[in-house]
């Protein structure tokens, strides 16, 4: 089992900034392949970044990429997010993810609200 907790989010105004953290225990960190997803009102549930399954690279959606940037800190054991140049349309929830090949373990998720 690996339990995942968020922070970080919150109120932001269009073009601010936010870092989601998430910290992991129950299993050994570096082997845990990591993402961010987020959810919507009345939106499915979508990808946001993550890690390469093969290769570790980061991996963006469309819709963040050059404004979100992840990483890790595997002596932390936690998993960051970015955020950068923030848009209304960012508003959701956002989960952390984990899991050895899928993603099989989920956060509570934490709220990122960005006002126009």
């Known amino acids: 089992q690996v339990q995942l907790v968020e922070s970080g989010g919150g109120l932001a105004q269009a073009g601010g900034s936010l870092r989601l953290s998430c910290a992991a225990s129950g299993r050994t960190f570096s082997s845990l392949r990591m993402g961010w997803f987020r959810q919507a009102p009345g939106k499915e549930r979508e990808f946001v970044a993550g890690?390469?399954?093969?290769?570790?690279?980061?991996l963006y959606s469309d819709y963040v990429k050059g404004r979100f940037t992840i990483s890790r800190d595997n002596a932390k054991n936690s998993v960051y997010l970015q955020m950068n140049s923030l848009e209304p349309e960012d508003t959701a929830v956002y989960y952390c993810?984990?899991?050895?090949?899928?993603?099989?373990?989920w956060g509570q998720g934490t709220q990122v609200t960005v006002s126009a």
């Open positions: 993810a984990a899991g050895e090949i899928t993603y099989d373990y």
């Open positions: 890690f390469g399954r093969l290769d570790g690279r980061t």
